[in-house]
């Protein structure tokens, strides 16, 4: 069952976000009231301050906006007003630019570029609401026209609290000039906020990342795609990072000293092992080597340092060699969200869950309208915590300017469940508006996973007959269709057709694990098929062997939901004994946190060999919800 949105897409093309609250109720204006003044002077005294008022304008009485840090800014996506609407990804890579200069100076607050792209329709913006959603005082927008070899920038800075604009200016150059540019319109910037530079943090916004700008296009237009790939539902990441893949490996060609693309190859091909290790394709090594080369030219850069804590995590889990990198990235990246979010997702796989809320509420102060980063901390630490109030409370404010989103509504949806196992948030949702853009296979899996809960075979016969869905990632544990049209036959009395189609969905997971024989979580879908099948003894040794490779020890995330998972083949297999002792363990985790919820154990069905049993009824009993 998915319950957030796990590590997947990393966004290198972000500056590169400690309270979870992602909408601050409004600051009351003051009231002026009045007290009983001595007789005396009391006329004049009243004339006075009736002056007084009047003479405040409208924009420096106190506003909603008047508690905002005053050196706090966000850079909204520029204007394309080029010819060729293509060069959209130009524009943004303009604008991302500046962020990331100013972001690197630690006197500023800066929100990540992630936040800002909502953004983008010029038109419809209102810069107070902008401003207050994002918790800052200033706003800088423009626009950017490249024509042939020139290029033309328009900038303007505004203070969101009283609508003025304090600063603006027009850059009409040459196109190689761009650099030149963005470094200008930083630095104006933090000397309009009147922020504090460092030697170090002024040379470092002068650098220029590359002089080739045939180069410098190509890392555009792989973020590009990448940043798609972040923001759209859905599959099909692989084949798009490839494609990244090969536009940064023609820009390091064309400039093998480009260090941002170089990071960012690091990083598209950890994706890319992280989402299915292939030992073939050599992504390790590949991001190794890129890392070396960007390491030896700027070995003191915290994005450097920062892609060296993403390989330290995903390509080994060395935990503690990824959060040194990233206590050095935090040095020249004070503004950077990434850096506590990394720390965030590291300290929960080592069962530090305080620490990683903690770090993940940070990372969105910087980024608050993440939606990946609200998944992550509502659906992974505040479920396992069984924080689940507050999960619903930061899902239900940023539903509110997210809108329609099938993923953010299945994970407060799924909440009430664990919770509470309520699932008519569940039965809502898969019925109302969040369906109209939502990716149909997403839909499938949501439509068909409510009903197996509900116990409604028919129904899930007649969703598993639709097109579409043919398969079912349950966070990285690949389940074949086969598989649940088998669960589904069976429980309609079909006993012929469940075994047939059983024995399909074994023949494919043990396809993968033959390809991946060291990947805990195939080895995991193989054994379920095999308790299911009967097949005691190998299903047992299967599953034990897949928490072997993955212990807790080595990553409480991964490790526990494989020992949940051996736990219900323990109970599907007859090994009451075992399941129970598992299960008595995971509930009482002394790291306070748990990935076993009432929701679960009252409705799942794998649990269904351990019910009436005294000491699994204890468990229910004590995570039932109190009124």
């Not at 598993?464 to 690949?478: H, Y």
Request: glycine share 6%.
């Amino acid at each position: 069952m998915k319950h957030g949105v796990r590590i997947g897409v990393v966004n290198f093309y972000t500056d590169t976000i400690g309270n979870p609250e992602l909408s601050a109720k409004l600051r009351a204006r003051k009231k002026w009231t009045g007290g009983r003044v001595a007789l005396v002077g009391a006329v004049g005294l009243t004339i006075a301050i009736i002056a007084a008022l009047l003479a405040i304008r409208p924009w420096q009485r106190p506003s909603a906006l008047s508690g905002m840090p005053e050196k706090s800014i966000a850079v909204l996506p520029f204007e394309n007003l080029s010819a060729n609407q293509e060069n959209a990804f130009f524009t943004d890579g303009v604008q991302g630019e500046i962020l990331t200069d100013l972001a690197k100076v630690a006197d500023l607050k800066v929100i990540s570029q992630t936040s800002v792209m909502q953004y983008r329709n010029a038109q419809k913006r209102n810069l107070r609401d902008i401003a207050q959603a994002l918790r800052v005082s200033h706003i800088l927008e423009g626009s950017v026209q490249r024509a042939a070899n020139r290029v033309r920038v328009n900038a303007q800075l505004i203070d969101a609290r009283n609508d003025t604009h304090i600063w603006a200016e027009v850059y009409d150059r040459e196109l190689a000039d761009v650099f030149a540019i963005q470094s200008e319109i930083a630095q104006a910037i933090a000397n309009q906020l009147r922020a504090k530079l460092s030697p170090r943090e002024e040379a470092v916004m002068h650098e220029k990342p590359t002089s080739d700008m045939i180069a410098y296009d190509l890392y555009l237009r792989a973020r590009d795609i990448w940043r798609n790939i972040s923001t759209s539902s859905g599959s099909g990441g692989t084949e798009k990072m490839q494609e990244v893949i090969r536009l940064l490996d023609d820009a390091v060609q064309r400039d093998p000293k480009f260090v941002p693309a170089l990071s960012a190859l690091v990083r598209a091909h950890m994706y890319l092992h992280w989402v299915v290790p292939d030992p073939v394709a050599g992504d390790v090594e590949l991001a190794r080597n890129a890392l070396d080369t960007a390491t030896r030219l700027q070995p003191d850069s915290g994005e450097v340092h920062l892609t060296r804590a993403f390989f330290y995590y995903q390509s080994s889990r060395d935990y503690t060699a990824a959060l040194k990198e990233l206590a050095l990235a935090k040095q020249n990246l004070p503004n950077s969200a990434e850096v506590p979010y990394f720390a965030g997702i590291i300290e929960r796989r080592q069962n530090k869950w305080e620490d990683s809320t903690r770090h993940l509420e940070e990372a969105l102060q910087l980024d608050p309208r993440n939606v990946q980063y609200i998944s992550e901390l509502t659906g992974s630490n505040y479920f396992a915590m069984r924080r689940y109030a507050d999960a619903i409370r930061v899902l239900d404010e940023t539903l509110a300017w997210k809108g329609n989103d099938l993923g953010l509504g299945l994970t407060r949806a799924l909440m009430y469940f664990f919770w509470k196992a309520d699932l008519r948030p569940w039965k809502q949702l898969i019925t109302g508006e969040s369906t109209k853009n939502a990716d149909p296979n997403d839909l499938i899996t949501a439509r068909l996973n409510l009903a197996l809960l509900e116990r409604d075979y028919h129904t899930a016969e007649q969703i598993l007959a639709s097109p579409g869905g043919n398969e079912f990632d349950d966070d990285g544990f690949f389940t074949p269709r086969e598989f649940n049209e088998a669960i589904v036959a069976r429980a309609l009395g079909n006993t012929a057709k469940a075994n047939i189609a059983f024995q399909s969905a074994r023949e494919r997971a043990a396809a993968v694990v033959r390809q991946r024989p060291d990947d805990p979580k195939a080895l995991m879908a193989l054994a379920q098929c095999d308790a299911e099948l009967g097949r005691k003894a190998d299903a047992i040794r299967e599953a034990e062997r897949a928490t072997q490779l993955l212990p807790v020890e080595k990553d409480w995330l991964n490790g526990t939901q494989l020992l949940i998972r051996l736990t219900g083949i323990y109970a599907q297999t007859g090994e009451i004994g075992l399941a129970l002792n598992l299960l008595e363990q995971m509930n009482h985790d002394p790291g306070g946190a748990s990935y076993i919820s009432y929701g679960s154990l009252k409705l799942d069905r794998v649990w269904d060999p351990l019910r009436g049993n005294p000491r699994f009824d204890k468990i229910v009993a004590a995570l039932t919800p109190r009124s």
